[in-house]
């Protein structure tokens, strides 16, 4: 290493390890609102009369603003041409203010009584301005999570990459984790449905000054690369929108790009209905059911860095991705089986498909940098996400709440006392396994494309 690069303030541990826990805190929020409803779909049915239909309209228009309107790819561009730090203040700016609206919209009673159509679909006031407020929150969160990728390339490149990508994601997904484990207790012990939201709502406040005071550390990190005589716009040349092309054009590129959509659509939506599959197939009681599918992110805390670790020192960063989606198959496939209806069984697979969704995550993410340029990485992940939210968070769910309630309808049961509906979930876990199967096929794709173009997937991280 050579006495300029030396004066990089990146190459402080402690200077790299700081930013990485501001940024992270803000993901941490983002991640805690986005699933802060997946355990309250049955208090939804009983407190305001939705229906799984509704709930999986909801829980679609998270992608709505980004794919049809294409605002993560706006915002992609947006930082790859003007930064991190505007990106990331930018993006908190806009979760905060989709939050707002969505806790106006699940606590107030003024849009009691009305139903609103708009296009072909006829829907509760309530739902479409619950479903407005998290579209743009999904545009905000989703422009933060490119941008937080980028921030961890531009400070880790050459050091602990992956593990660094992985401990984000390990963070983030503990507000996952506490969002599946907690909000139920909190809306029953507040006796409104609503309580979650407004505690999300602070801690994004929170989150936006977390990475406002990251913001100071991110302008030292380009003086310090002004001093080191390294360019202070971080990365190789600026970035041109004919890049987009160079993108897409990729190979490389679109197998990591299907890869994650398809695996993520066979977790995501899951674990916006996993609470509910938990009381109906394994009986497990409405008050602690989400505490078994909090335990998938609980577990990522530990194995995404474990595994980043590894892909660092080790490599074999395809092979780790086609492991993960084997174990996803797997799981899917007994949980489809309807014999197999004992909760121990159901917390045995939710640890089983942690193990997997560690796996992936923690060496896909890191992979990226070694097909796509630094200057186009927030074009590439903003394009990545856009597939992601078009296929696993705005289809699918919507997919799987239109096939419960169509195919999957057995009966009523009493819970609070009041009735509410039960489904057979075995053609649910089957579409999910399905996504796992594809996302396989594209993982053994991507690692003979490596073998073809040498982008060292399987080479390690660290530099030596």
């Not at 990485?20 to 779909?41: E, I, N, R």
């Not at 309209?57 to 790819?73: D, E, K, R, S």
């Not at 961890?152 to 992956?162: D, M, N, R, S």
């Not at 899951?270 to 599918?293: D, H, R």
């Amino acid at each position: 290493m050579t006495a300029a690069a030396s004066q990089l303030l990146s190459d402080s541990k402690a200077a790299r390890w700081t930013s990485l826990l501001l940024v992270s805190f803000t993901m941490f929020a983002g991640y805690y609102l986005a699933d802060v409803m997946a355990p309250l779909q049955g208090m939804l049915e009983k407190q305001l009369g939705w229906s799984s239909t509704a709930f999986g309209w909801y829980t679609g228009a998270y992608g709505w603003f980004n794919v049809f309107f294409f605002f993560l790819i706006f915002g992609g561009i947006i930082l790859d041409k003007m930064g991190v730090r505007f990106s990331g203040l930018m993006a908190a700016v806009v979760m905060l203010a989709g939050t707002s609206i969505k806790y106006w919209a699940i606590s107030t009673h003024a849009l009691d009584g009305q139903n609103w159509t708009i296009l072909f679909w006829t829907f509760p006031a309530q739902v479409w301005m619950a479903a407005f407020g998290y579209a743009i929150f999904g545009v905000g969160v989703e422009v933060a999570g490119i941008t937080v990728s980028k921030v961890i390339v531009k400070w880790f490149k050459g050091h602990e990459l992956a593990l660094a990508m992985g401990l984000q994601l390990a963070i983030a997904r503990l507000g996952t984790a506490l969002a599946l484990s907690t909000s139920l207790p909190v809306a029953r012990w507040a006796g409104t449905v609503s309580r979650p939201i407004l505690f999300c709502l602070i801690m994004l406040c929170i989150g936006l000054l977390s990475f406002f005071i990251f913001t100071f550390r991110d302008k030292k990190l380009d003086a310090s690369r002004v001093t080191s005589k390294i360019e202070g716009r971080a990365s190789d040349e600026e970035f041109r929108l004919k890049d987009i092309v160079s993108i897409i054009t990729n190979r490389g590129w679109w197998y990591v790009t299907i890869l994650c959509a398809l695996f993520y659509s066979a977790v995501f939506p899951f674990l916006k209905y996993a609470t509910y599959f938990m009381v109906n197939k394994f009986g497990v009681a409405e008050s602690w059911a989400g505490a078994i599918p909090g335990l998938l992110p609980f577990g990522t805390i530990l194995l995404t860095p474990f595994f980043g670790n590894l892909y660092d020192r080790k490599g074999k960063g395809a092979t780790i991705m086609i492991i993960g989606s084997l174990l996803i198959i797997c799981v899917h496939l007994l949980f489809a089986i309807p014999v197999l209806n004992h909760w121990l069984i159901a917390i045995l697979l939710m640890i089983v498909l942690g193990i997997g969704f560690s796996l992936v995550p923690s060496a896909m993410w890191p992979s990226v940098p070694k097909i796509i340029p630094e200057r186009q990485l927030g074009t590439a992940y903003a394009l990545i996400f856009w597939v992601q939210n078009a296929w696993a968070l705005m289809f699918v769910p919507a997919l799987i709440g239109w096939v419960l309630d169509k195919y999957c309808v057995t009966g009523t049961m009493m819970l609070d006392g009041q009735a509410v509906t039960t489904y057979n979930y075995t053609l649910p876990m089957i579409l999910f396994m399905s996504f796992g199967v594809t996302s396989l096929l594209f993982a053994l794709l991507l690692k003979h494309e490596d073998k073809k173009k040498g982008y060292g997937l399987q080479m390690p991280n660290i530099k030596q």
